[in-house]
């Protein structure tokens, strides 16, 4: 069974770093689609940034783009989305996802909370 474990989060000033890890068992990812999402109090879920475990071009949100980036390391089966020049709207609960074609698997978060 797929499971995705998110770790990393934290307590940070605005304008630290953290880099938050997904880690994935249960599986063969090779040709998984893999993406970060938050969800902050009171708002709903949004997406934050994607890539392939097998390459290929990444995306974000036009709100972490520049600040955020999304990696893997295959040999550890592990996803990190690596987030600088952290801002008070970035606090969230932040979570892994992927799946072959769609969302289909979903960490349990990780809170991340940005001080002014």
């Known amino acids: 069974q797929v499971q995705l474990v998110e770790s990393g989060g934290g307590l940070v000033q605005a304008g630290g770093s953290l880099r938050l890890s997904c880690a994935a068992s249960?599986?063969?990812?090779?040709?998984?689609?893999m993406g970060w999402f938050r969800q902050a109090p009171g708002k709903e879920r949004e997406f934050v940034a994607r890539?392939?475990?097998?390459?290929?071009?990444?995306y974000y949100a036009d709100s972490v783009k520049g600040r955020f980036t999304i990696s893997r390391d295959n040999a550890k089966n592990t996803v990190y989305l690596q987030m600088n020049s952290l801002k008070p709207e970035d606090t969230a609960v932040y979570y892994c996802?992927?799946?072959?074609?769609?969302?289909?698997?979903w960490g349990q978060g990780t809170q991340v909370t940005v001080s002014s």
């Open positions: 996802a992927g799946g072959p074609a769609a969302y289909n698997y």
């Open positions: 890539s392939r475990w097998s390459g290929g071009p990444t």
């Open positions: 249960g599986g063969t990812f090779s040709n998984y689609v």
